[in-house]
């Protein structure tokens, strides 16, 4: 059956006469207002790569829509850029932009009563962004990503925006020179689009597909493809077949599209910050998800895909052997997808899975099989205990850490954290807790990237990082984040002391404080919250509004 239009009510009839005339003004004419009117979401922005090329994109899926018999209309959301926000205040509004990103696709849809949406991303809450707002819409929706940069290359070894901040690191510790810094800076994100390894950005292209709310294949063509462009085009054109059929967004995004989603997580070892944004996007689903779920998965699903920055590939190299295709096949013929859930196409994921055309060359370097998988346990772990009583997230894809206890050393910002690991505050042995940079403290839990970074750089190969904060997507090494309850609202992690021992223990799935449950009990008692770090503006407005981060750190009605 045919999706219910929203167009007519708005610009037929006599009394629309008004709002036909602006039509006319950008160019429609009568036949093309007839039609159903879809919206172009797209992300642009010039400051970064990650979506300087995505007006252009825009202007393609307008052609496929039309040739689908739409009419379509472009309008832009915003983008704040992940790796430039980054280690400044700048960062406290990145996940903040993925809220703003979904309130803005949701006003200007709703306000000139469009029909279905196309939403083009890339930067990292791009993509949560507009999949919250089709989730929340729920209208006929396709998501095509904008593509990642090609890799860069320095001295024979492939780089990523990764090896930039780690370059620092090695500055710092005398280990490079100046000169080999600036090279590396110079060739490690060498063209448009988004960050090149299995980051955040490239993940959540991943899970796009995952999902089925984009066309098969579409995540892993660079930026700079021709098949990026083709299938820019082809999300415009099966648009139409959404519409002609009524199929609208919570039709695929359901509870078993989700399994399928964390399960490709897991194998794929992608990014932390993906367990945030499938809990914000089921909950504009209206779909019950919970990080337990995640566990569940996790355990059951084999680590199978070697992508930076836990393996060795890039997204790039992944496309070459066929895509994320290649690992959700693997998944599908080993019953760990459900085959049989709504996507884009109008077919199942497993139609979709048996008529792709996966291109004959070998790919077991980059995605092994299920029964010979890197890890058999998925990428990224869930644990709770007496300092994460409602969760943290730890990525094991990227550490070979089993157990680590050692001693705390306290920050209580991440600035602080970064100037303490400059100066050799920090020893091997110790666990770094950054604290009340959760999604109220900070607010917008911000990355702890240049942190993590600098321990990597600066060699300390034996501490791990506990945080109410995040981590890039970028990230490695023993880092544990999205502690919550966070420091602001009074979660033990506040009153961690320097000195304390500290045991995050994956086989157990535990984050513990080691201290009598009484003497934890007794320092929350004396504890009380730092005054607001904004009391104005955006950032003030947000912390009033955001859950925690086990809850998708979503801003909800108060
Ligand atoms: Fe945009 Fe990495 S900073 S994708």
Redesign the pocket.
Known sequence: MPAKLNSPSRYHGIYNAPHRAFLRSVGLTDEEINKPLVAIATAWSEA?P?NFHTLALARVAKEGAKEAGLSPLAFPTMVV???IGMGSEGMRYSLVSRDLIADMVEAQFNAHAFDGLVGIG???KTTPGILMAMARLNVPSIYVYGGSAEPGYFMGRRLT?EDVHEAIGAYLAKKISENDLYEIEKRAHPTLG??SGL?T?NTMASMSEALGIALPGSASPTATSSRRVMYVRETGKALGNLIENGIKARDILTYEAFENAITTLMAMGGSTNVVLHLLAIAYEAGVKLTLDDFNRISKRTPYIASMKPGGDYVMADLDEVGGVPVVLKKLLDAGLLHGDVLTVTGKTMKQNLMEYKYPNVPHNHIVRDVSNPIKPRGGIVILKGSLAPEGAVIKVAATNLVKFEGKAKVYNSEDDAFKGIQNNEVKEGEVVIIRYEGPKGAPGMPEMLRVTAAIMGAGLNNVALVTDGRFSGATRGPMVGHVAPEAMVGGPIAVVEDGDTIVIDVENERLDLKLPEEEIKNRLKRWSPPPPRYKSGLLAKYASLVSQASMGAVTRPA
Do not use: E, K, R, Y
């Open positions: 970064g990650c850029n992940d790796n890339g930067c990292d925006i988004t960050c980051f950005a």
